[in-house]
Structures are given as C-alpha cells and as structure tokens.
C-alpha cells in the first residue's frame, strides 16, 4: 500500500539564484517527516518538487522508481495530498464544493454518490461536517484550515504534503491540526512531509526531521538528534537552551 | 439523516429549479418582445403569425402580410440576436472570470473592444478593410483586430508563463494601445463618419436579419467546449499551485479558455458592435442565484446574458419610440440597479 519517495540529488535554481543544491532524501511511511530551516532555506521548494509542482533543474524524484515528472498530472494528484501555505479562493463556494474539488483526479464530471460519501467521510473524520453548507470564505482561520486539509485527505492520497500547516493558527487549532495530522500518518500509513518553522511543535510531533540550510540538508534524524543547540545556532544564527523535561521545549537566549 | 447529510442533494435541487424558471423565461420574454415596437400588432396576431410559421397551423386568415413581415423578419432575428449575444458574452465573460482569476474581468479585458473598434473605425473612416464592402467590411475588420489583439495579448502573455496576472495587464495594455488609435482616427473622421463610428462602438442590434444571425449562433458552438472545462475553471480560482496539486494544468486551461472566450466574444462584437456590461454582470447574478459551481452557473449566466440583453433591448425599442436608444446604454441602465439590488440582498461577499 505504501509508496516509496525518493528525493535523488535534485538542484533547483529560480532564475540564477540557487534554492536547493543536490538534495538526496528517502522518505519513510508511516511517519511524519518535518522541513525545518530559516526562510529562503528550500522547504517549500523542496515541498514543491515532491509533487511536480516544481520541476527540478537537475535530479529527480522518485515514487516506486518512476520519475514523478514523467506521470501525468492526474496521476500525481491520486498520489500526492498537497496542502499549500495560503489559500487563495477568488468566488464565494460551500465547504462542500470546496473539499468535493479534492476528487477532481478521479471525476469526469458527476459527483457519483460514492464521491459524496467519501466527501462526508473526510468532513466527519476532520469534525467538520456542521459546516458543509457555509461559505469557506465565512470560516475562522483555523476552520479554512481544515477544509483545506480535508480536500486534500479526499484525494485519498499516500503521501501528505504540507506547507506550514499552523502558520496562521492559534494553539488551540495548532495542537488539533497536528494532533489530526499524526492520527491520520498512523491509521493510513501515509508519508506526510511537512515545513515548518515552530521548533517546539516540529520537536513534538515530528517522527523525523530534516535540517536544511542555503538548500542543503544540514542534519536529519529524529528530532533529539537534530534539535541541539549546536545545530540551531548554526543554522539559524540564535544561541538557544533545549530542555527535555517534562516536555522537549527550545527557549532562545539572546540573537547574535 | 439529518440535513446536512443531503445538503448536496437539496442544492442541486434549488439550482435545477432556478435554471428551470431561467430557461422557461426566454420564450416568454421572446413573445412579449414581439409583441413591442413602433408599429402595433394586436397580441392575438403576434401569436397566430408564430404558431402559423412555427406549427404550420393556420388560425386566423386576416393577418395582414405586412405585421407576418414584421414580426417574422424584423422582430424575431432582431430577438435571437440578443438571445445568442447575450448568451456568448456571459459566457465568455464567465469563463474568464475563473481563468483570469479576477471578478472584474469582463470579455472586453483583454482589448477585444478596443480592437473591434479599431477595425470598425478603419472601414468607416479611412475605408480600408481587408474583405468586402460597407457593413461587411466593417464586420470582417472588427473580427480580425480583434483576434489580432487577443494573439498579442497572448503573446505577450506567454513570455510570463501565462499567468493571470499577465494576461490581464497585457490586455490592458493592449486596449489602450487600441483606443488611442481609435481616439486618433475619430480625429481626422468627417461628422458623419463620427456619428456612425460612435454608434457603431455604443452596440446596436438594428442590423441584424437571418443571414446575419446564422453566423453569430455559431459562437454558441464555441460555447459547449468551455462548459466541458466547468471543473478545471472551479479548481483554477483556487490559484495556480492547487490547481496543479489537483491535476489541472493552470497555463493550458487559461489558454484554452482566454482562446475559446476571445473567439465567442469577438463572432459577436463584429455583429452588433461591443455590448458592454452583459458580460461582466451576468455571471455574477448567475452565481449569486446557483451558487459559484462553473457546472451549475455556467448554464445560469448563459440564460441570464440571454434575458438581460433581451430585456435591454426591448426597452431600447420601446422607450421613446419610434426612436430607439443605443442597447449599449439601456444594458447598464438596466443592469445596474439589478446588480446592485443583488449585491445588497445578498448575505455573502460575491468574491474574495
């Protein structure tokens, strides 16, 4: 069920400006993989290429050993959940019609009612299924947040794409969305990889995480291993304390 | 079940019933146009003379030949026309509203009115045209600068990857590269050629006859072709990087889309002279009734350009007759406070 990502020596340059440079990565199923670095480090690039919507100047991903810029753009999508960093939306639809979009890769044009149960079932399941009927552009930040997630659970993809997921929300909705997240990386073994920039939630619910700095990877592995002060000071420039107890947290001393 | 559990039944529902009352409006509105203008024809007669030339069914023998001239040659392809006109423009106007990504955008952003214009005013003033004589030099000419603006546009357009934004400004551009050569010719143009090229450019369905109205309903052709990209134009407002995680190829779409719209507005402009306003504010009335489903308001905004223009024009004819006013005025005069009247009624914000 599960499949195999691979991220194999990809380089990809906007304009001549560099924004990764030979990054090789194996993702793991099952798990939550977190993007972390300072701004303009490649996470969301990286992000992007996952998924084609980017296409690396050099290097390749690989899904099941396929070049995933040689499927077609359907194909992606059955695979690939991508949950982009802002939301646009232009016209006014329902909750419903925006999470029913998420079967786009799988319609030619009628809903069949099998298409609508799925629909419910990722409403229920993301406990959003009160609000079908509103207008996403009527939602509270983190409700739009779930919808967007939610159209991204119905593609019924493998692998979970996000970009800052919990960049706009309070902690509340932070610890649910997460919370969401990693129940979901678990029950249907999906690859979820992930951008972020809170160090303490990425430290609580990271399975593994990936250090990047001027596009490189500066460090991988689990978050006790990559989240030292060492390497945040080296990264991101700012001496900081990590405590362990009672729960992993990084407290800044002072920026450099 | 509770109700939310067919929420998506009970819209459906609403919406075929609205798009229903839509469609069965137009043969209404058509019979009562018929019935308006200069000369009076008795009810009665207006629909004796339909139903003899519609069913072969003769009722009434004492019809005179003059009102069947009227209403069968005049009247009704003067009424199609506005039918068919109404109809492509919104749709056009629909269509790139979700492709541009932009509410605002109406068929004429992208200098298509301009450009029509330019080519009118080539023949009326300076006749110069590249095919035929009089109004038909007047036609050809609109419809080939105006599909010469929209090729710039594009052009333009492509060296940006396409994007909405592109699009718009270089049709922006374009229009007003257009309008300061139209403005110029307006200037060394004799008054009687004035006078004919701004009536020209305010939009008139005075012209229109049989002939005339075969070529126009072939843009309602081009018209099927954008409806089937109902679901790409839904999953293209929620912005380009979306749109391709969900299977959609945002530049092919918009280009298909810009192409097909530019086609279906410019097959109508060269007719009747740029009708604004139709396409702008038809596809919004459309949402604000069927909700924003291109699947759903597509059909509403076609029927909705269709009533407008039709109602538009019955009053032109009917106003002050026997003089009729510009169809291009009464359209704004009309759509307006409609419009408007929507907007306040309605609860929800018409875009973001």
């Not at chain 2, 004429?108 to 095919?131: N, P, Q, W």
Request: with cysteine; net charge positive.
């Amino acid at each position: 069920m599960a499949v195999k990502l691979i991220v194999e020596s990809v380089t990809v340059y906007y304009e001549s400006i560099k924004a990764l440079d030979n990054v090789s990565i194996r993702f793991e199923s099952g798990r939550i993989t977190t993007l972390l670095g300072p701004n303009g480090a490649g996470k969301t690039t990286l992000l992007k290429c996952l998924n084609n919507i980017l296409k690396p100047t050099k290097g390749a991903v690989l899904i099941d050993g396929v070049e995933v810029s040689k499927l077609k753009s359907r194909n992606i999508a059955r695979i690939f959940g991508y949950v982009p960093q802002t939301t646009t939306y232009t016209l006014p639809y329902t909750v419903f019609e925006m999470v029913a979009m998420g079967r786009r890769p799988y319609i030619r044009w009628r809903l069949t009612r099998d298409d609508i149960n799925k629909v419910y079932k990722v409403l229920d399941l993301v406990g959003i299924r009160d609000l079908a009927g509103r207008y996403f552009n009527e939602l509270s930040g983190g409700e739009k947040q779930k919808v967007v997630i939610a159209r991204a659970l119905v593609q019924d993809p493998k692998i979970l794409l996000l970009d800052e997921p919990t960049s706009n929300l309070d902690l509340k909705h932070q610890l649910e969305i997460l919370g969401l997240i990693k129940r979901l990386t678990r029950e249907r073994n999906l690859t979820v990889v992930m951008a972020m920039h809170d160090l303490n939630l990425a430290y609580r619910f990271s399975d593994l995480i990936i250090l990047l700095k001027s596009g490189r990877i500066y460090d991988y592995g689990s978050p006790n291993k990559v989240l030292t002060p060492e390497n945040i000071k080296a990264v991101y420039g700012v001496d900081v304390d990590v405590f362990e107890n009672p729960y992993p947290h990084i407290v800044p001393k002072e920026v450099t | 079940m509770s109700l939310t559990d067919h929420y998506d039944i009970l819209q459906r529902k609403w919406r075929i019933l609205f798009i229903s009352i839509l469609f069965i409006l137009i043969p209404i509105g058509t019979v009562l146009s018929l019935y308006v203008g200069t000369v009076r024809i008795p009810f009665s007669d207006v629909l004796d003379i339909m139903i003899y030339k519609l069913f072969g069914v003769c009722i009434n023998n004492d019809v005179p030949a003059e009102f069947t001239a009227i209403i069968w040659d005049i009247r009704l392809p003067r009424i199609l026309t506005a039918l068919v006109a109404g109809a492509g423009l919104a749709i056009a106007g629909s269509a790139l509203q979700g492709a541009l990504r932009n509410p605002l955008v109406s068929p004429f952003t992208l200098g298509i009115s301009s450009a029509a214009s330019f080519g009118a005013a080539l023949a009326i003033v300076l006749g110069i045209g590249l095919t035929g004589y009089g109004v038909y030099m007047i036609m050809a000419n609109a419809f080939a600068f105006s599909m010469l603006a929209v090729l710039i546009t594009v052009g333009i357009s492509r060296l940006k990857g396409l994007s909405s934004e592109s699009l718009i400004l270089a049709g922006i551009a374009v229009m007003y590269l257009f309008s300061a050569l139209v403005t110029l010719l307006e200037y060394i143009a004799q008054v009687w050629e004035l006078k004919a090229l701004v009536y020209w450019i305010m939009g008139d369905l005075s012209l229109s006859n049989w002939v005339r109205l075969r070529y126009i309903a072939l843009s309602i052709l081009v018209c099927i072709p954008i409806y089937k990209y109902s679901w790409d134009l839904n999953i293209l407002t929620l912005g380009d990087e979306t749109a391709k995680s969900l299977g959609t190829n945002p530049g092919t779409t918009r280009l298909i889309c810009v192409v097909l719209a530019s086609l279906i507005t410019s097959m109508i402009v060269c007719m009747t002279g740029p009708i604004g306003f139709i396409g702008l504010v038809a596809p919004h009335m459309a949402r604000l009734l069927l909700g924003s489903d291109y699947r759903y308001s597509m059909v509403g905004s076609l029927l909705v350009g269709s009533l407008l223009l039709l109602a538009s024009d019955t009053i032109a004819r009917a106003l002050l007759t026997p003089i009729e006013l510009p169809v291009g005025v009464v359209t704004a005069f009309l759509g307006v406070p409609l419009f408007i009247h929507l907007l306040l009624r309605s609860r929800r914000e018409i875009w973001r």
